[in-house]
């Protein structure tokens, strides 16, 4: 460009002269300082291109090296955050072992203390009803000896004295010969009932038995039904809870009983507590109404289902469980039931004893309105 400009100045100042020599050395001097200019221009310009083409190089480079260094950082970042998600999974998975052993401590504590409970009462009232129980015949046979020497006496001597007739008025003589040896019958059965309690008792509790053995599972659970039948009686304001058994023909069984005993009797409980909240729940005429064709019941069936597992089946016409709930009913701690009743261990006990003591299931089935079935299956 400076090159054109030279010309058109030369070309100029010619024209007043009619020859470009004859232009005076200061305008000579002014055309060499513009062409030096305009050549140092150039030599500035290609100096300030090369210096951006190094400084775009420059930038370039370190573009990639900074593409690098933040793949290098994201790969970091990316490594660092697995390893603290696969430390939470950890942390996760302890706590859930940690829980599960305390679950585990706090019921074998329980069971222990149950055990040594239930033995030690089964124990003291064992020795006073063995002992009445013992009596009773004797007294039987006293009472039947006496009774017949008053009858032969009245045979003997028909016409008693005034004063011995006057007594036997007074004690009721009569009354007496037929309701002495009823009531001696009637402690009889009340001594046996005792006996059968305390038998229940001890076979609940299994203190002197080895932890695992062959059992009867029915008579557990008979034995389970009798400890809690003062809860299945009527009470003023509802009816009573009816039990029906469907024993299947099952073998001896290979277990825990005594734990196993506690998974009953958690279970019961559970239903007896959900067939009272719905009849609390019921005024008399609605609970007569209601309850008039379907009444208050816990159903109980057994029956093999493979050649290795055994069912134990337990369900009522209760309350219902919402199925919201129903995905933790086995977690420690949980319970729906108001302070100081429930604990929330009794199923997450039972769970364990079931899955991880006996290898088994332990499963929930409900519908509001209908009742709950808890489903037990458990190696034979």
Known sequence: MHRLLQRQLRKYLSKYSGDISSVPPEWQDFLSAVDEAYCQYDDDHLMIERSLELSSEELLQANNQLRELLKTVEGQVAERTGELT????????????????????IQAEKMSSLGQLIAGIAHEINNPVN???????????????????????QQCYPEMNLEMQRMAEDIELEFVKDDLLKIIQSVEVGTNRIREIVLSLKNFSHMDEAEFKAVDIHQGIDNTLLILDHRLKFKSSSQPIQIIKQYGDLPLINCCPGQLNQVFINILANAIDAIEEVQLNLIPDQLIDQHSNCHAFISISTKIISDRYVQIAIAD?????????QQQIFNPFFTTKTVGKG???????????????????????????KGTEFIIQIPM
Do not use: W
């Open 343 to 369: 604990t929330g261990m009794g199923m997450a006990i039972s769970y364990q004893i079931i899955t991880k003591k006996h290898k088994g299931q332990l499963t929930c089935a409900s519908t509001i309105g």
């Open 86 to 105: 696969k430390s939470n999974i950890e942390l996760e998975q302890a706590l859930i072992d940690l829980q599960k052993t305390q679950v585990h401590l």
């Open 131 to 153: 002992f009445i129980h013992g009596n009773l015949s004797y007294l039987r046979t006293y009472t039947v000896n006496l009774l017949t020497f008053i009858q032969l006496s």
């Open 317 to 325: 016409n209760g309350a219902g469980i919402p199925e919201a709930i």
